[in-house]
């Protein structure tokens, strides 16, 4: 089986500031990950993906994230936020091969002050 | 040119009555999802269509049929409905299966209140 755990249900930065959101996933088998944004009343949206290649992820508008097999961690990272970047945040995994269905984690709350 | 897009947005109605919800996507993909986001945010999948055949079905109440009348489209019917079935749904495709190496591009969803 494989699930996702995000260990911040609510991360407040000032605008300027890094961001960090937290992700720990278990699973059997080599995982694909995710990262997923939500903007109010709006659908997800792909900020970046793992699939086996280069452990450091680039994703959009600045985002990265890191694999690390060794702590089971997907954390996702930017130097500088934005307040655009007031969103709700999804770290997703699929492991199985044959597997259709993605675990999705119970979302971070980013909100950004100015 | 909206690429998965859902009707409708916004769905007020009372307990018992049966409701439709409908999904389209132009981007050419084969499969298409529907998941439901409850109040915490939550998002569990509901069932996954692939080139009209349904792949995924999960453990939903059978009063929550979905049809797929060509690959480009996936709608949500759900019978007598409840105050639970209270959510958002969105409807998503992706161009392989399974998608663990793909992308998902989900609708805007659609915000089911049953009174």
């Known amino acids: 089986a494989q699930s996702v755990t995000q260990l911040d249900s609510h991360v407040s930065v000032s605008e300027g500031t890094p961001v960090l959101l937290r992700c720990n996933y278990s699973?059997?088998?080599?995982?694909?990950l995710f990262w997923y944004v939500q903007h109010p009343n709006k659908g997800l949206q792909l900020l970046l993906k793992?699939?086996?290649?280069?452990?450091l992820v680039k994703g959009i508008n600045g985002f990265e994230a890191e694999f690390k097999k060794s702590e089971t961690s997907f954390h996702l990272t930017k130097p500088s936020a934005h307040m655009s970047d007031a969103a709700e945040y999804f770290c997703?995994?699929?492991?199985?091969?044959?597997?259709?269905?993605?675990?999705f984690g119970a979302g971070t709350t980013v909100t950004v002050r100015a | 040119d909206t690429a998965v897009s859902q009707t409708p947005k916004y769905l007020v109605t009372q307990m018992g009555n049966d409701k439709s919800i409908k999904c389209e996507q132009n981007?050419?993909?084969?499969?298409m999802y529907w998941y439901k986001q409850d109040s915490k945010k939550f998002l569990k999948i509901m069932f996954s269509?692939?080139?009209?055949?349904?792949?995924i079905n999960e453990t939903v109440p059978n009063r929550f049929s979905p049809k797929s009348p060509d690959k480009a489209h996936l709608n949500l019917h759900i019978n007598s409905l409840e105050l639970g079935d209270s959510a958002v749904y969105f409807c998503?495709?992706?161009?392989?299966?399974?998608?663990?190496?793909?992308?998902?591009?989900f609708g805007e969803g659609s915000r089911l209140t049953v009174l």
């Open positions: 998503a495709s992706s161009q392989e299966r399974p998608p663990n190496t793909g992308e998902l591009f």
């Open positions: 699973s059997s088998y080599s995982p694909s």
């Open positions: 793992y699939t086996s290649a280069a452990t």
């Open positions: 997703v995994v699929s492991a199985l091969p044959n597997d259709y269905k993605l675990s």
């Open positions: 981007l050419g993909h084969d499969t």
């Open positions: 269509y692939n080139n009209k055949e349904l792949i």
